[in-house]
């Protein structure tokens, strides 16, 4: 299936590992030109390197999204070196773990501004030079959490669901110049992230990150945790000209983990 991506430009934000670097990658081998930025300089080199010895080709810059301007200066570095974009996908890193009486002022800010904010900036500095042009396409990569949420992830829980009705609305707003807004909800997933939260949740509950995950898999109907390459394909197929007629959407890739009907 051609996706029509050659020659595309797109973003992908905290693009450096785990599902970020896997959409990248996949967008990359689908011919579009990738900027990917993290906080991370040589995670960033790392996958470069990776998408370039593909056949791909790719840049990257040191950013945190979390910080307002970060996202409009990525978005216009992208164009300075590859052209216009094209594609945006937001994403990031999860906030902290916890129950809301052991969350902070602060650590609600920092979500804000981590989840929400950074995806508002994207689509400011994104969207001119897409309605210029009559097409676009912005993915947020958001959670599970947003539909059904998960027990100790308040900020999550909170946050992600915002980032839905954000993009649910702009979506209607953008929709007759042929740019589409889509929300991609990843399921636990073979990542640094999740492994991460396996420990941190393990330690809380005095058990091992394997046997937490066990627990994660015998709720899945798949019985297994998904692979990074599974989301990534969604997301490439989203950005494509294929799913022209697809937008406000936001789509699980889950294993069948979440139980609710919509």
Sequence with gaps: MDLGLTGRVAVVAAGSKGLGRAVAEELAAEGARVCICARGQASIADTCRAIEAGGGRAHGLVADVSVSGEPE??????????????????????????????????????????????AVEFARAALPGMRTRRWGRILNITSIAAKQPVEGLMLSNSLRTAVIAFARTLANEVAADAITVNNLLPGYTRTERVLDLAEQMAATGGTTPAEFIGRWEAEIPMRRIGEPREFAALAAFLASDRASYITGQSIAVDGGWIRGLM
């Design 73 to 118: 200066r990525v978005v216009e570095e992208a164009a300075r070196v590859f052209g216009p974009v094209d594609i945006v996908v937001t994403n990031s890193g999860g906030p902290r773990a916890g129950r809301f009486e052991l969350l902070k002022a602060e650590d609600w800010d920092a979500a804000t501004r981590t989840l929400l904010t950074s």
